[in-house]
Each structure stands twice: as structure tokens, then as C-alpha cells.
């Protein structure tokens, strides 16, 4: 399933996106290259990512990816491509000795494009097998405030696919500073980084799967995606309320 060949990086421009292309600058280990898409919506993310009081504890919404790419000596390759789907990406895709590529955004991935001899490694916002869904990251706080999230190799069916590595994680942050603009660009960009890194770092070997010391119970036997505003509303509500003044300020790895 994994090969030795460090993952090429598809990059859809915004904070998912960004987040990780940080995490790897930390790390020192870059992609074996970068196929760069277009997205006309990410400034208004990174615009909220970087305007947020804590943003400098989780990650650079404004990183260079050209000076990125140079410094590192790996290859930029630009693609008109707005979906991850569209048949111009997988041409470009196909034309590279990579099999392996981390999915950073640009749609769900279909079978069109799985049906090709590629991988693709996601992290999903929530534990999986049990938590699953595009929203399942609100579901999770307002149902027992759990905050999770799991790296795995994307298959046909939704959200399944062989777990790579999984983390959990606290969130203490003052209620002021919560806002759905924090949580959907700053909070859950940086915790599937958080949970990649391992991964990353570990390459090609298989690191151990989702900590059970920690346990998300599934909001649904469903998979969780339209959210009422309301309950979203509830759920960062719930996040405000657990603030402890006396503790560290910001999203933690659960011990």
C-alpha cells in the first residue's frame, strides 16, 4: 500500500493547505514536489486565519509556496485545475513518477479519479471509523465535546480506507477568541496538521493507529453534514464554556 517515495503534495490553495506546507517547513521534510491548483475563495480563509489574535501558535496562513518550492529545490508544478476531480489534474498527475499524493482539498474525491494507479492520503476531522462526515467536527464538540482527527488512504466509499495515525485534542481558548471563523480556519486546518506530522515524520513507515485512551463516541450512526446554525452556534457555545483560565491557551495533543 505505502511505497518509499516520500508523497507528492496537491495543493488547493487555502488553510487546510497552508497548514501543512508549515507543518512540513518545520519538520524540514518537503514533498517530492508540488502540483499547485487554483481556488478563488481561499483569501477570504486565510484573511480570517490571519487576522485572528492566536494564529502565531498554529500556523502560517501566508507561506511562500514558490520561495517554498526554490529553497527546498523541488519541483511547482501549476495546474488551471479547480476540482480535484478534473480530468486536466489527473493528466498532470499521471505524467509524474509520484503514486503517493497528500489531498490537502478541491472537492471529494471520486472514482474517476481513484480508478487510476494512485493514492491519496486525507485526514478526515474526526476519529475514524466511528466519527464520520464533513461536519462531524461540530457534531463531536457539541455531543461529547471530543476534538479528533485521522489520517488515512482515501478508497472508494466515503471516509474509509486504511488508518494510517490518529490523534486527539484539548481546546482551551478564552470564549472571546471562539468564533466559526477560528474553528473552520484556524482549529481544524491546524489539528489535521498536527495529526499528520507523525506521519509525515515517519515516512514510509506505518505509525500506530488512534490512541483508544481517548474515545469519540459518534454523534450519529449516520455521517455527519448539513449542521443548523443553530446547533453550530451550540457547539462553539459548549467549546466557550470549557475555558479554564488557570490552564495553557490553545489546541493541545491529548496526553
Known amino acids: 500500500m ?45 484573511n480570517a486565519a490571519a487576522a485572528h489574535p492566536l494564529i502565531d501558535q498554529f500556523y502560517n496562513p501566508n507561506i511562500d509556496v514558490a520561495a517554498y518550492c526554490k529553497q527546498h529545490q523541488i519541483p511547482l508544478i501549476y495546474c488551471n485545475a479547480t476540482s480535484i476531480n478534473a480530468a486536466e489534474l489527473a493528466t498532470v498527475l499521471l ?29 478526515h476531522p474526526g476519529q475514524l471509523p466511528e466519527v464520520r462526515g464533513s461536519t462531524c467536527f461540530y457534531y463531536s464538540l457539541l455531543h461529547d465535546h471530543s476534538l479528533a482527527a485521522t489520517a488515512f488512504m482515501l478508497a472508494q466509499e466515503l471516509d474509509s480506507g486504511p488508518v494510517l495515525y490518529g490523534q486527539h485534542f484539548t481546546i482551551n481558548v478564552p470564549p472571546p477568541l471562539i468564533s466559526s471563523d477560528f474553528i473552520d480556519y484556524v ?19 506505518e505509525v500506530l493507529t488512534l490512541s483508544r485512551q481517548t474515545f469519540s463516541k459518534a454523534p450519529s450512526d449516520r455521517p455527519c453534514f448539513v449542521m443548523h446554525p443553530v446547533l453550530r452556534a451550540l457547539a462553539m457555545k459548549r467549546t466557550a464554556n470549557t475555558y479554564v483560565p488557570t490552564k495553557p491557551t490553545g489546541v493541545f495533543c491529548h496526553d
Open 95 to 123: 505524467a509524474q513518477p509520484t503514486r503517493c499524493w497528500l489531498f490537502s482539498g478541491g472537492g471529494i474525491v471520486k472514482k474517476t479519479l481513484l480508478d487510476h494507479d494512485l493514492e491519496f492520503i486525507h485526514v
Open 2 to 46: 505505502i511505497n518509499n517515495d516520500r508523497p507528492g503534495f496537491i495543493y488547493f490553495p487555502g488553510c487546510r493547505a497552508s497548514a501543512y506546507l508549515d507543518m512540513m517547513q518545520q519538520c524540514q521534510l518537503p514533498p517530492r514536489c508540488i502540483i499547485m491548483l487554483q481556488n478563488p475563495l481561499a483569501q477570504q480563509g486565510l
Open 187 to 205: 482549529v481544524d486546518p491546524f489539528i489535521r496538521a498536527q495529526t499528520l506530522k507523525p506521519l509525515w515524520q515517519q515516512w514510509p513507515s
